[in-house]
């Protein structure tokens, strides 16, 4: 028996085409999808000796924000086979568990809204995966951002002869 955590980021080091940033929008694998740190070639499955518990995950606070106050709007869901564990109403799945009410990093400020554990089971030999969908898209190049107006002026010196 064994802990373990794993931790997915994405950050803007400017060697992302932005076609690739739009794939955040619909929900992405964290361990295999090759955005940020996932870098798994294939989908997890436990082998046929092993059995996880899955006590918890979160995502980062936030689901409105703009300009300054951006934050991602996401929700992190995960399957089990072909089930995913939060669903819609008609049964297909949903976009998951949003940062505001399964953070990471918890926090004073960031406390879950469940408190306790999943305690999700895979079995032996069952593929499972986390996704990650970005409800708030990247901001835009052109977004006014908050903050005080500078300006500035130019003297040109010339000198005399």
Sequence with gaps: MRRQGFEWEVADLGNL???????????????????????????????????????????????????ANWVPGGYVNFTIGTTSYFTNPDGLPGPGVSGDAQPYPITIQTSPVFVGSYGIEIPPDTDWDFTYFLSNSFVEPVEDYEGTEYTWNTDIYVPSA
């Design 17 to 67: 085409p932005p076609k690739r940033l739009a794939d955040l929008e619909t929900p992405q694998s964290v361990f295999y999808s090759k955005l940020g740190t996932a870098t798994l070639k294939n989908r997890q499955r436990t082998s046929d000796d092993e059995y996880l518990v899955i006590n918890y995950f979160g995502s980062t606070p936030g689901i409105y924000g703009t300009g």
